[in-house]
């Protein structure tokens, strides 16, 4: 059966494992899908041993996508422009570099929450590799505008200046919190990592257009701190990066197999999973 794996340290809390079983069962595709823990300092060495063991496939996660991306022979145009890689190809060629988080963004946002971004005034918070990945998915997407917004504003005018050649005509700005008084958005979405500390990034009050929709990459039960300020703040719809996670599964999966999952049985199950 071919092998595939998600790498990563930590790596015991991953929903990956779970996700691609039930995608493979429901395309009926044989493979087997496992979590592996890389040491701190030996990424490159545990990829080799994999790919030397006859893995044909890898999901990086946290501290590696960005020694992914160096570790590839060719990348994605997404990949490239996220500078991080979070799914290996192993091929005849050599080692095939992709970036499937901020198209899994995406299509969570307009296929399974129905919301339009071509048009839409885009704020997206955090300017780490999670925003970084967004961008240029994002920007694809067509909105009326994007405007990055970090605790370090010095980070999100470098991040927001390496894409300005891809905004083509789109309006594309840079700022810290403070700087968005007075702004509104029809969709908010949170790539900060403040929710891990149990936390909501510091936006003025008014940033929620009518009708917007607050978006928290980080999932859990219940809402995140950014979800329940934004409720509180007058966002129409809120919701958490449980689907994002499902759709760059799904994504990896395509890429590996061919063969495109119907995700929406798979958010299904985790979603009760999480609820309890
Ligand atoms: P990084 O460590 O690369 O970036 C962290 C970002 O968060 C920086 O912009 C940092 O600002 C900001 N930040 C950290 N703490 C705070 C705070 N207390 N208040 C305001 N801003 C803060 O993290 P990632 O980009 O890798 O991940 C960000 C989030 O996205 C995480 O919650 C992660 O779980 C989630 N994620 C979800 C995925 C999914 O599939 N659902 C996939 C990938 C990520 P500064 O520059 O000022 O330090």
Redesign the pocket.
């Known amino acids: 059966m071919d092998r595939y794996a998600v790498i990563g340290n930590p790596i015991s809390h991953s929903r990956s494992p779970a996700i691609h079983a039930a995608f493979a069962r429901q395309t009926g595709q044989r493979l087997t899908y496992e979590a592996l823990l890389a040491p701190l300092d030996g990424f490159a060495d545990a990829v080799a041993q994999f790919r030397v063991d006859g893995g044909r496939g890898l999901n990086v996660t946290?501290p590696f996508k960005r020694e992914a991306f160096a570790l590839a022979d060719a990348h994605s145009p997404r990949a490239h422009a996220a500078g991080a890689v979070n799914t290996l190809a192993f091929g005849p060629d050599g080692v095939y570099g992709d970036n499937t988080?901020g198209v899994?963004l995406v299509r969570d946002l307009r296929h399974n929450l129905g919301c339009r971004l071509e048009g839409s005034r885009i704020l997206l918070l955090?300017?780490?590799?999670?925003?970084r990945?967004a961008m240029l998915p994002l920007l694809g997407a067509q909105p009326a505008s994007l405007t990055l917004a970090?605790?370090?504003t010095d980070?999100a005018e470098a991040l927001v200046a390496t894409f300005r050649e891809q905004r083509g005509s789109i309006p594309l700005d840079a700022c810290g919190f403070s700087a968005l008084a007075g702004r509104e958005f029809d969709v908010v979405i949170n790539?900060?990592?403040?929710?891990?500390?149990n936390?909501a990034?510091p936006l003025p009050p008014g940033v929620f257009a009518p009708g917007a929709l607050a978006y928290d990459?980080?999932?859990r039960r219940g809402d995140t701190p950014f979800l329940a300020v934004a409720r509180r703040n007058g966002a129409a719809r809120v919701a958490d990066?449980?689907g994002?996670?499902v759709e760059?599964a799904a994504e990896s999966f395509v890429l590996w197999r061919g063969v495109r999952p119907d995700t929406t049985p798979v958010l299904a199950d985790l979603r009760r999973q999480i609820d309890g």
């Open positions: 946290v988080d899994g955090g300017a780490g590799g999670a925003a990945g970090n605790r370090s980070k790539a900060t990592a403040a929710s891990l500390a936390e990034p990459m980080m999932y990066g449980l994002m996670l760059q």
